[in-house]
């Protein structure tokens, strides 16, 4: 009798790579419950058909690639690029939209780098910052905060575009970091006081919050870790505050960088996705912070009002490097920092 | 109470201890065949001291420690001995190896045992003696002869008594410490005499109140040696990580405890000490746990060496048919057996017959996400995941650049991947083909080492030879020159007064001389030329030395011709001589200008045997010529 050898160790944790995937969509769900809510079926529509294009390219092109389909979709990687892309483009954007910037996380930003953790960059910010550069106006479409559209309608404006649609102009609308982008002299205090940008502060904290729970729920469950999040949010709340306190009236406060925009998406769902960002703990520090000082000049010095995508896909080509000099002191060896 | 540091990384699997420490300790009936595998422990092979059909009684030597790293095996019972043959052992390989085996004859007829005197009245190097000849090892898993331990050179200021058994499923040590308490308490004194008496710290995972209980009971409030509850955690009972949990010290890379003067023995080898030392019994058994879904009786059982596992599973009441896998160790750092008739062997301290719901067969790995959760669970606070892929790429420099060798396999990181990526096994291949590419540089150096002092040892004995010849013909040329002196006290322009025909045969001589001094020469310089290298400006040197003093001789020779005519025959002969001394001068300045071609630069060592038989070659030349002023 011959027995089968397997070597150690003969017993494995019950962590998946699909389940983890599947927590972090789960986490995401208040947010777009919450997007629903202040921005209409929007969202929810980029969601649902984001998923279905990307599982059906992921499945395309595995199936190219000559892999087993099933086992490859079962890790959930390409729905939860999805989901995070639905959430992130403008709500009711136009369906090719969706399509270009699905198309190119999975298959451009994703396989044709080798397929899942052989990815430099996160694929979808790639999807993101591709349409965000080829098509600025659709991508500048923000649903007014508190809108209130049919989901017939909605879907009619993903379809068919926007001229089939009466009342345009009442239901998109600037975010608040469009209208602090172009506020020209105005002082932030009088900003603030317009009801415009009240009511889309409002959206945008209750909606950055939904992401925090989100992101505290990976947190808890040991999903993900706490040091890119917390170092982003750290350094974007420092240097917003250095220069709100160099002049409050010329730049917002740190309380709106931290809950306007996708500050909290981003620290808590894009920066932390593991294969593109550092993986030392140390090195997840240093990425997290560059990210949110990286954020924050984009936001105020550069040419878009958001910035989290243009930040992670920089900090991506700097996770190597990072890694490379934060590799933690094994056990027995001298502090490697001279090294 | 000792302060405890935590253990950095490490997991938290399912115990599943319960089912075999809940049972009593009990002992296995005797097997009919016992098998002893020569190499049951880390080190040379054990040397066979009995014959086949030899008869054998219990705690009988019968195969002999080769070397200080090795273990005696003594017949764990009385029997016949059968074979010494190989047969399968108990290795990851499924290799069958040496082994002695014995019928046993259900007799259990001891060797007779004297009566030990009190250890503390015994030697240092007697204790240790005894201890190497009871067969010893670490019972731990390691298997490391425990004497090479002991006797270490290090000051040591703790003992540190390793009963954490942090790998799930194991309870051997616990349900020593429940039985046997008194006995490893025996065996830490035994040791801590050996050592000079340092301080010693027990520790205990907080999993085991029952041995707690029992260790307490017979440490009776001692003040030197502490037991330390540690909490449950794997790999908390490796060694380095156990001295990181109870001293917040990490052994140094590539160094043991003792260099931080800490000295770590686990329980059941202090029990086995403790029976060497105080009864005179040799390492014949151990306890086993014998568990897993399959098990008919899980528990631990007293067993005596070489019992074939598949003996211990019947007398455990296991259905064989059904077996789909057997672990021996745990299932973190345990492997899989391949052939149930290979026996139980002084390391195997736990067998493992689990059915595919407790230990489902491996899941097909997915891809790496680099999620980093197998780099916060890791003892040695290495970088798995990275190393993963350096294994994967056959990087194994770059591997060995991020310390794969500080890898203990304890496998915490391939137990919380959740791409079920069976890391330890990548991380075995790229050991393998890493010590493998090592060794192989390792030998290539060695053997161009050789070479080298061959070379150069074979050239040195050339220029041996020559010099002790030149000495030779110094030597005679100046009892030659003295005699000349003697019988001719005038100086050399008073030549004609001396007999022309002795001088004309000294002057013959002086040519032949030149002649072979010239071969020498030649010889020389293709030596130097076959090690193809040589300092061209000496030889040359050398050379036109020869050359001068070869036309010095011709002259004294045409010189001593015209002052008075000879007889032409030699005359003739001399000349041919002169002229194949010339032809062979022309020679040596072709084969010089040829090396000079191949412009190789001499290494040290060439240019200085080139040097010495320049020197050589002008010494001899000048005496030479001065011999010949004189005449």
């Known amino acids: 009798m011959v027995l089968p050898q397997i070597t150690s160790p003969h017993i494995s944790g019950a962590n998946r790579t699909g389940q983890l995937m599947l927590w972090v969509i789960l986490a995401t769900l208040p947010a777009l419950a919450l997007q629903t809510y202040w921005y209409g079926y929007g969202n929810l529509i980029n969601v649902i058909l984001a998923a279905l294009m990307a599982i059906t390219m992921e499945a395309a092109i595995i199936r190219i690639r000559r892999r087993p389909v099933v086992f490859y979709l079962a890790d959930n990687s390409a729905l939860l690029t999805a989901v995070l892309l639905g959430l992130a483009l403008p709500p009711f954007s136009p369906w090719w939209l969706l399509l270009i910037a699905v198309l190119s996380a999975i298959v451009f930003a994703k396989h044709l780098y080798g397929g899942l953790g052989n990815n430099p960059f996160n694929p979808a910010m790639v999807g993101y910052a591709l349409v965000l550069i080829a098509f600025p106006v659709e991508m500048t479409r923000w649903a007014t905060a508190g809108i209130d559209l049919s989901m017939e309608d909605s879907l009619r404006i993903t379809f068919m575009g926007f001229s089939d649609v009466n009342g345009i102009d009442s239901w998109t609308h600037a975010t608040p970091l469009d209208l602090v982008k172009h506020k020209g002299a105005q002082p932030i205090d009088a900003l603030i006081a317009s009801p415009e940008m009240g009511q889309g502060l409002k959206a945008a904290y209750w909606v950055n919050f939904a992401y925090a729970i989100g992101g505290s729920m990976l947190l808890c469950l040991r999903i993900i870790s706490w040091h890119a999040p917390v170092a982003m949010l750290t350094s974007l709340a420092l240097i917003s505050s250095v220069f709100y306190w160099v002049d409050p009236q010329k730049y917002p406060s740190s309380l709106m960088h931290l809950l306007t925009g996708a500050t909290m998406m981003g620290a808590f769902f894009i920066i932390t996705d593991p294969v593109s960002s550092a993986t030392s703990r140390l090195g997840k520090l240093f990425y997290g912070a560059a990210i949110g000082i990286l954020v924050y000049v984009i936001r105020t010095f550069g040419s878009y009002p958001e910035a989290m995508a243009f930040s992670v896909l920089l900090m991506n080509l700097a996770a190597p490097f990072i890694d490379y000099y934060t590799r933690p002191r094994s056990y027995g060896h001298q502090s490697s920092w001279w090294r | ?631």
Request: charged share 20%; proline share 6%; with cysteine.
């Open chain 2, 1 to 631: 109470m000792t302060d405890i540091f935590l253990l950095q990384g490490g997991i938290h699997p399912p115990q599943h201890k319960l089912q075999s420490s809940s049972q009593p300790l009990r002992t296995l009936p005797l097997p009919s065949q016992l098998i002893l595998p020569l190499g049951q422990h880390v080190g040379a092979l054990a040397t066979p001291e009995v014959a086949v059909g030899d008869l054998v009684l219990k705690g009988q030597l019968i195969a002999s420690a080769n070397g200080t790293i090795s273990a005696s095996i003594h017949a764990p019972t009385s029997g016949r001995i059968r074979a010494i043959e190989q047969r399968p052992i108990t290795h990851p390989s499924g290799m069958s190896g040496p082994c002695i085996v014995i019928d046993t004859d259900a007799q259990e007829r001891w060797l007779d045992i004297t009566e030990p005197v009190d250890y503390r009245q015994r030697s240092k190097a007697d204790l240790l003696a005894c201890i190497h000849q009871a067969g010893i090892t670490g019972l731990g898993g390691s298997s490391f002869p425990t004497t090479v331990k002991l006797s270490t050179e290090a000051s040591i200021t703790t003992l540190i008594v390793n009963a954490a058994e942090c790998e799930p499923y194991i309870t051997a040590d616990d349900c020593l410490l429940r039985y046997h308490s008194a006995q490893v308490v025996d065996g830490i004194d035994i040791v801590l005499h050996l050592l000079g008496y340092p301080h010693c710290l027990i520790a205990i995972e907080d999993n085991k109140p029952e041995a707690i209980a029992a260790l307490r009971a017979a440490l009776q409030n001692r003040t030197d040696i502490d037991v330390v509850v540690i909490p449950t955690k794997y790999p908390s009972g490796g060694e380095k990580q156990l001295v990181q949990i109870l001293t917040g010290q990490e052994v140094p890379h590539g160094g043991i405890p003792a260099d931080l003067g800490i000295l770590c023995q686990n329980v059941g080898t202090l029990g086995a000490v403790a029976d060497a030392i105080l009864q005179g019994y040799p390492l014949i058994s151990r306890i086993t746990t014998v568990t897993g879904s399959y098990v008919g009786q899980p528990g631990n059982y007293r067993v005596l060496l070489g019992t074939p596992i598949e003996h211990l599973l019947t007398a455990t009441e296991t259905p064989l048919d059904n077996i789909e896998r057997l672990i021996i160790g745990g299932p973190m750092m345990g492997f899989s057996l391949q052939n149930i008739q290979a026996p139980v062997i002084k390391s195997s301290n736990c067998v493992l017959v689990p059915d595919t719901q407790e230990l489902p067969w491996p899941d097909p790995a997915q891809d790496c996400i680099r999620c980093g959760h197998c780099e916060q669970v890791c003892p040695a606070k290495l970088l798995p995941q990275q190393l993963y892929w350096f294994a994967k790429a056959h990087e194994f420099e770059k591997a060995r650049q991020y310390n794969l060798m500080d890898c203990i396999e304890c496998g915490a990181c391939a137990w919380v991947c959740p791409s079920k990526i069976p890391l330890v096994q990548y991380y075995r291949f790229a050991k393998g083909r890493s010590q493998a590419k090592l060794v192989e540089k390792y030998r290539s150096d060695h053997a161009r080492q050789r070479f080298e002092v061959r070379e150069q040892r074979f050239l040195q004995a050339k220029v041996d030879k020559i010099n002790r010849r030149q000495a030779r013909i110094t030597t005679a040329a100046h009892q030659q020159a003295e005699k000349t002196n003697h019988s001719q006290p005038l100086s050399s322009d008073k030549l004609p007064s001396v007999n022309p025909v002795l001088q004309l045969k000294q002057l013959k001589t002086a040519v032949a001389l030149a002649q072979t001094k010239l071969k020498k020469a030649t010889q020389a310089l293709s030596d130097a030329e076959s090690m193809q290298s040589l300092s061209r400006s000496k030889l040359a040197t050398t050379v036109a030395a020869l050359q001068a003093g070869l036309a010095q001789a011709e002259k004294q020779f045409q010189h001593q011709q015209q002052t008075m005519g000879l007889d032409p025959e030699r005359e003739k002969s001399l000349k041919i001589a002169a002229v194949k001394a010339q032809a062979e001068v022309r020679q040596l300045q072709r084969t010089l200008d040829d090396v000079e071609e191949s412009g190789r630069t001499a290494s040290t060592e060439q240019l200085a045997t080139a040097k010495t038989l320049a020197k050589v070659a002008r010494k001899q030349l000048d005496i030479y010529l001065q011999g010949d002023h004189k005449t």
